[in-house]
């Protein structure tokens, strides 16, 4: 690489792919793509797998296995599984998630989805307080009151 193109500090090529130059494309912090639907590396394996199609609240979710439909969560082996409640068939497949431990996220003015997922027996949140209590989520039980 020319001594224009060498990594900044923090900075390291993303493997495979390539500017229209041929040179790797670089991403801040030495951000890498490990594959589509991964789960964060420094999050424990296996616990939670969610539907949430928006990049941005992705962003958020540290140590979720993403999926591309909400049907893909009903064969998920994950102890917790979390969806965005305004996507379309989420309700629709909340009651074959049952007895299993589900939070989902929702406007706070869309009472009626976050109603209606209470009672499919979702544990529904406003977005505001699903990202803020995130953190300490998946180590909280089902029954976990949460502020």
């Given at each position: ?60 979710l540290r140590g979720v ?24 068939g989420v309700l629709e497949i909340l ?53």
């Open positions: 690489m020319s001594e224009a193109s060498e990594p900044a500090r923090g900075e390291r090529p993303l493997s495979g792919l390539r500017s229209g130059g041929g040179e790797p494309l670089l991403l801040a912090g030495g951000a890498t793509r490990e594959g589509r639907g991964s789960a964060s590396p420094d999050a424990p394996a296996g616990n939670t797998a969610g539907f949430v199609p928006d990049l941005m609240d992705r962003s958020k296995r993403f999926v591309r439909r909400p049907e893909d969560l009903v064969g998920a082996e994950e102890a917790l599984l979390v969806v965005d409640l305004s996507r379309a009651p074959s998630l049952a007895g299993r431990r589900v939070v989902g996220f929702g406007s706070h003015v869309d009472r009626p989805t976050l109603d209606a997922a209470g009672a499919a027996g979702c544990q529904a949140l406003p977005r505001s307080q699903f990202f803020r209590t995130w953190p300490n989520l998946p180590a909280q039980g089902s029954d976990a009151e949460l502020d």
